[in-house]
């Protein structure tokens, strides 16, 4: 098994040949081998730079053990506090090293598409989904991430059939990703006269927005329908054929929006879906080929299993993967999710640190 610093020094010299390999316009003519070339640049930059501040600072140390060795008087007092500088930085850089380490996620930093449906429970699951999507949005407003809704369907009483939106912002994908799954929430329904509490559920879809280079479509794979759009009730809400639905046929994935007047619009956010689905289908089946289901499970959306509980009689808020549980549901539905996120987030640290993995 190779050690730590023998892998570190593999990865200076892929960086080396990374410098090489962009140069080459023949890279430069090739947009998705770019971008997969420029990203692994990236990342092996500050791991392999915090890597070579770690070797100065441990040589550091032992220079300044072979002068204490020699030195005497003020000379010593010198040396021993540019050893304790040392010994810290040592400290602070292999814990930014061990950060480094852990294994890249390929959708960091792109935007997410958050999909939301109301499931179990009639028109008061449906209420749930917009309590939801009003959550999101409001916590997307704390982070400073720009929301777009691709598509809304409101049901009868205002809640929502299904609601899809963008997201955009950096670290988007990294604070969202665990939010796929379904959502139980338990309370008093406004329809309720004899105030009995009742369990509903919406599940929520998260995937990474895929672009033309991830993800290219063959047209002649695309069966493309237009239809008038339709609102609460499946009354028309136009007078022209604007609604498109875009259905791959290698796949059976099916992809509809109305949201737009444009016929041309709703075609181009149609396949902006239907692009980040494949890729999430893919990265999926390469999960399963390396036997990593388990990672994606926690935070990658799977939507056959319960997630988390809302008790709003005890103001209550369950997360079941990690076993958390707030009493604060007022703030989280308002918005404030760190908490929640922030958990989340460690806990996948915590268990990609454990893994052995190839970084």
């Known amino acids: 098994m190779r050690s730590l610093d023998e892998t570190l020094d593999g990865l200076a010299q892929e960086l080396d040949e990374l410098d090489v390999a962009l140069s080459d316009p023949d890279v430069a003519r090739d947009p998705k081998r770019l971008k997969t070339l420029s990203q692994r640049h990236r990342r092996l930059s500050g791991l392999v730079g915090t890597w070579r501040e770690l070797q100065a600072a441990r040589a550091n140390v032992v220079l300044a053990d072979e002068l204490l ?4 008087g003020e000379e010593r007092a010198g040396y021993e506090a540019d050893r304790a500088r040392s010994e810290e930085a040592i400290g602070e850089l292999q814990s930014r090293l061990e950060a480094l380490l852990v294994p890249e996620d390929p959708n960091a930093g792109r935007a997410v598409l958050v999909e939301i449906r109301g499931a179990e429970g009639g028109e008061e699951a449906n209420l749930f989904a917009r309590d939801l999507y009003d959550m999101y949005t409001r916590y997307a407003a704390t982070q400073g991430y720009a929301v777009e809704v691709l598509e809304e369907r409101a049901s ?7 609601v899809i939106f963008k997201v ?10 665990h939010e796929g799954g379904v959502h139980r929430v338990q309370r008093v329904p406004e329809t309720e006269a004899k105030g009995r509490i ?9 995937l990474p927005e895929a672009d033309e280079v991830d993800v290219a479509l063959d047209p002649n794979d695309l069966k493309i329908d237009v239809y008038r759009s339709s609102g609460p009730g499946g009354q028309s809400v136009n007078t022209t054929d604007s609604a498109v639905r875009v259905t791959h046929l290698p796949t059976g994935i099916v992809v509809s929006m109305q949201d737009e007047k444009s016929q041309l619009q709703n075609r181009a956010k149609a396949l902006v879906v239907l692009r980040s689905r494949l890729l999430r289908r893919a990265q999926e089946q390469e999960d399963a080929k390396l036997g990593d289901l388990r990672r994606s499970q926690v935070g990658g959306g799977g939507r056959g299993e319960k997630i988390r509980t809302y008790n709003f009689k005890e103001n209550r808020v369950t997360d079941h993967r990690i076993g958390l549980t707030l009493y604060k549901l007022d703030a989280i539905m308002s918005g404030q999710l760190d908490d929640v996120v922030d958990a989340l987030v460690a806990d996948k640290r915590a268990r990609q640190l454990a893994e052995p993995s190839d970084r």
């Open 69 to 72: 060795a020699i030195a005497s």
């Open 168 to 177: 955009t912002g950096d670290d988007a994908w990294t604070h969202l990703e």
């Open 198 to 206: 009742h369990t509903s559920s919406a599940t929520v879809t998260v």
């Open 156 to 162: 009868e009483r205002n809640g929502l059939d299904e």
